[in-house]
């Protein structure tokens, strides 16, 4: 399936992987399905790497910068990430 116009992000969280992994799962736990595109959590030698879209660039500055985001990592002690964000040209997904 190709989705529609979107923006996304690569979070990258280092530190220990089980401690990570538990952490991130208790907090996508608390995030409705439903608002979820395209979402992937990636093992890395040294933590985790999340992949995540929003619809557009102003969600992705919704989320990350005035919404939710912070108080969803400070909730599960999860890290400060480095975040990059990147305008979508294609999705392809089954």
Same mark, same amino acid.
Do not use: Q
């Given at each position: 399936?190709?989705?529609? !116009? =979107?923006? $996304?992000? +690569?979070?990258?969280?280092?530190?220990? /992987?089980?401690?990570? *992994?538990?952490?991130? &799962? !208790? =907090?996508? $736990?608390? +995030?409705?399905?439903?608002?979820?595109? /395209?979402?992937?959590? *990636?093992?890395?030698? &040294?933590?985790?790497?999340?992949?995540?879209?929003?619809?557009?660039?102003?969600?992705?500055?919704?989320?990350?910068?005035?919404?939710?985001?912070?108080?969803?990592?400070?909730?599960?002690?999860?890290?400060?990430?480095?975040?990059?964000?990147?305008?979508?040209?294609?999705?392809?997904?089954?």
């Amino acid at each position: 399936m190709i989705l529609g !116009a =979107m923006h $996304a992000s +690569i979070s990258t969280f280092r530190g220990d /992987l089980d401690d990570l *992994l538990a952490r991130y &799962d !208790a =907090m996508v $736990a608390e +995030i409705p399905p439903a608002s979820i595109r /395209l979402h992937m959590c *990636l093992r890395s030698d &040294d933590g985790i790497v999340v992949v995540d879209t929003c619809p557009s660039r102003e969600a992705f500055d919704a989320f990350f910068h005035g919404g939710p985001f912070r108080s969803l990592l400070a909730r599960h002690g999860l890290p400060e990430p480095v975040v990059e964000d990147h305008p979508v040209h294609a999705a392809i997904a089954r």
